[in-house]
C-alpha cells in the first residue's frame, strides 16, 4: 500500500516503511546534462545538490556522459576506443586489460558514493554485466578482425550505460525514485534521407514518448542515442551527449537546458589563465559557437541550434556552485530566432556601402577572447604557375582524402597558408636541433600528395588566438587596436584571419606567446576599452 504526499510516496510493506522523492515538480521540465568529469569527480554533489534540488519545483531528467574520474584523456570514452584498436589487432589481449580497469573504476565509485548495501550489491552486477557483453562484443570483433562504425558506437556506448546505472543508483540510494534509460535502440532501423532535420525532428519526439513512459520516476538517460547512419561518433562529434540532451529538450518543450561543467559558466577569458576574467550574465549562439571552435569548451554548435530554433535557453552551470545564476546563451534579437544558422543572416547579397555607417560603432569591449593550441601551421607555394581554382582544388581534395580540418586559411594565387589542429600529437621531437618527426599517418601522407602541387613547409608549436564579439565587424578599429597591441608586446602574428565570420578576429602566434598574449589583449580590450 501507499498513498502521496508534496511530491513524496510513501510505501509500505510488512517490514519496511520508505519514503520516495518523486519526479512531480510543479513547474515545467529542465533537462539537466552532465559532463564526464563532472560525475567522475562529483558524483554525489550532483545527485543531492542539484538533481534532488531541483526536484521540488520542476520536472528533470538527467542526461549523463561517460564517466572520466580524472580527466577526460583517461576517460572512459577514451579508454573504450583504444580497447577498440586494440582489437582490431591479431592475438592482443590487451583490449581485455582496458575493460578490467573500466570494471575497477566503476565497482569502486560505486563503493565509495553508495551507502545501502543493496544498491551497491544490485550497482556492481549491472556493471559486471556490461562489462560482460562489452567483452564479448570486442572479442567476437577481433575474430572478425575488423571494427566497423556500427561497431565502435555499439563500444562507446558502454560508458553511457555505466554512467547512468552509476546516477541512478545514487539517486535511489538517497530515496529517489528514478530509472537507468537506454537509448540505444530508439533510432528506427532504416533512416532513409540521413541526418537532415527531419531526422532529428523526429527522434526529438520519439525521446519525448520514451521519457513519458518514466511516469513520476526521474529518467536518468543516456547521452548516447543509437546508430545512425555514417556513426554517432563519425557523423555528428563527441558533442553527441550535447545533442542528444537539446533534442529531450525540444521533444518535452522543456523550460532549460542545462549543460553543467565545472566552472561558473562562460568568462571572458580563461579564469585559469587570466585572472581578471569576468563572468558573461549572457551570450548569443553565434558568440558560444565560435568560442567553442575556437578553443573554449562551451557546447557542441548543432546543439545549440536544435535548442534555439525551438525556443529553449541553454544555461550553463557549475557542479561545485548549484546556486550560481551561470551564463544563459540565448539570441539577443528576435530576427536571430529565425536564421538557419546562428548569428548569420541568410541573404545572398549585403553590403558595407556608406548607407549603413551609421551602423559602424566606435570601438566597444568584445565579448571575449580565446586561445587554441595545439595549432600547425602548412604552407605551400606552387611551382607551376597554374589557374589558383585548379592549384586550390588539388589542396582541399588532399585534406579530405587525409581527413585534415583546416581552422584557418591564408590563400594568394600561388600560395596558401593553412592553420591544422589536432587533440593527438602530429609530430614530436624538437625544431631548433631539426629532429621533428611526423607521428600522424595522415598528415604524412597529405604532406606527400601536396608536394606534387609545389614546395610544403610545416611551422608546429603555434596557436590561433581569437577575440569574439557580435557585430564586431562593425566596429570600427578592433582590429588594429588587437594587432598594434600585440605588436607593442613584441607578439608575432604568423596569419591573420578576418571576414569569413561577422564576429571572429583571429591571428596565429606563437604557443608559447599564448598566455601572454591573452592577458595583454584581456587588459587592453576589456578593462580599458569603452
Not at 80 to 104: D, H, P
Not at 221 to 232: A, D, I, M, R, S
Not at 415 to 425: D, G, I, K, N, R
Not at 457 to 484: E, T, W, Y
Amino acid at each position: 500500500m501507499a498513498y502521496t504526499t508534496n511530491g513524496y510516496v510513501v510505501a509500505h510493506d510488512s517490514h519496511t516503511t520508505r519514503t520516495w522523492q518523486r519526479n512531480t515538480g510543479s513547474g515545467g521540465w529542465i533537462i539537466q546534462k552532465f559532463g564526464g568529469t563532472s560525475i567522475g569527480k562529483f558524483a554525489v554533489n550532483i545527485v543531492e545538490d542539484i538533481i534532488m534540488a531541483s526536484l521540488s519545483q520542476r520536472k528533470v531528467v538527467a542526461v549523463c556522459s561517460a564517466r572520466s574520474p580524472y580527466s577526460k584523456a583517461e576517460g572512459t570514452t577514451n579508454r573504450l576506443l583504444r580497447a577498440a584498436r586494440e582489437a582490431e589487432r591479431q592475438g592482443s589481449k590487451n583490449y581485455e586489460k582496458i575493460v578490467s580497469v573500466i570494471r575497477e573504476d566503476h565497482v569502486a565509485a560505486a563503493r565509495s558514493c553508495a551507502r545501502s548495501p543493496d544498491v551497491i550489491e544490485s550497482l556492481i552486477q549491472d556493471i559486471n554485466d556490461e562489462c560482460d557483453t562489452l567483452s564479448g562484443l570486442l572479442g567476437a570483433l577481433q575474430t572478425v578482425e575488423e571494427v566497423t562504425t556500427k561497431s565502435e558506437d555499439k563500444i562507446i556506448s558502454t560508458g553511457e550505460k555505466l554512467s547512468c546505472r552509476f546516477i541512478a543508483a545514487l539517486l535511489r540510494d538517497r530515496g529517489v525514485d528514478s530509472e537507468f534509460v537506454d537509448l540505444s535502440k530508439i533510432v528506427p532501423c532504416k533512416v532513409h534521407d540521413g541526418l537532415n532535420q527531419s531526422f532529428y525532428q523526429d527522434i526529438a519526439r520519439l525521446l519525448a514518448d520514451r521519457i513519458h513512459l518514466c511516469g513520476d520516476r526521474v529518467p536518468v538517460v543516456t547521452g548516447y542515442f543509437g546508430v545512425v547512419p555514417g556513426g554517432l561518433l563519425n557523423s555528428i562529434g563527441r558533442g553527441y551527449t550535447d545533442l542528444c540532451a537539446a533534442l529531450i529538450a525540444v521533444g518535452l518543450k522543456a523550460d532549460e537546458l542545462q549543460v553543467w561543467k565545472e566552472v561558473d559558466g562562460i568568462f571572458t577569458a580563461d579564469p585559469r589563465k587570466v585572472p581578471t576574467a569576468r563572468l558573461l550574465s549572457t551570450i548569443t549562439p553565434a558568440e558560444a559557437a565560435e568560442l567553442t571552435f575556437y578553443g573554449s569548451e562551451v557546447i557542441h554548435p548543432f546543439t545549440m541550434e536544435q535548442a534555439i530554433r525551438a525556443r529553449i535557453p541553454i544555461r550553463i552551470k557549475n557542479v561545485m556552485n548549484p546556486r550560481g545564476k551561470g551564463t544563459v546563451i540565448f539570441p539577443d534579437s528576435a530576427a536571430e530566432l529565425d536564421n538557419a544558422v546562428p548569428g548569420h543572416e541568410p541573404k545572398l547579397f549585403r553590403t558595407r556601402s556608406s548607407s549603413v555607417l551609421s551602423q559602424h560603432q566606435r570601438p566597444k569591449r568584445p565579448t571575449a577572447v580565446t586561445i587554441k593550441r595545439q595549432i600547425l601551421v602548412m604552407n605551400i607555394h606552387s611551382n607551376k604557375r597554374s589557374l589558383s581554382h585548379g592549384f586550390f582544388a588539388k589542396i582541399f581534395s588532399t585534406l579530405d582524402k587525409w581527413r585534415l580540418s583546416v581552422d584557418l586559411i591564408a590563400t594568394s594565387e600561388v600560395h596558401v597558408s593553412m592553420a591544422l589542429h589536432s587533440e593527438s600529437a602530429l609530430l614530436e621531437g624538437d625544431i631548433d636541433s631539426n629532429q621533428l618527426k611526423i607521428l600522424d599517418r595522415d598528415l604524412h601522407g597529405a604532406i606527400a600528395e601536396l608536394r606534387e602541387c609545389g614546395t610544403v613547409d610545416i611551422i608546429p608549436h603555434m596557436a590561433i588566438l581569437s577575440l569574439v564579439g557580435r557585430q564586431m565587424k562593425n566596429m570600427i578599429g578592433v582590429a588594429g587596436k588587437m594587432f598594434s597591441t600585440l605588436g607593442e608586446n613584441n607578439v608575432n602574428i604568423e596569419m591573420i584571419s578576418q571576414g569569413a565570420s561577422e564576429i571572429n578576429i583571429s591571428c596565429v602566434i606563437e604557443e608559447r606567446d599564448a598566455d601572454r598574449a591573452i592577458n595583454i589583449l584581456h587588459t587592453n580590450l576589456f578593462q580599458f576599452l569603452e
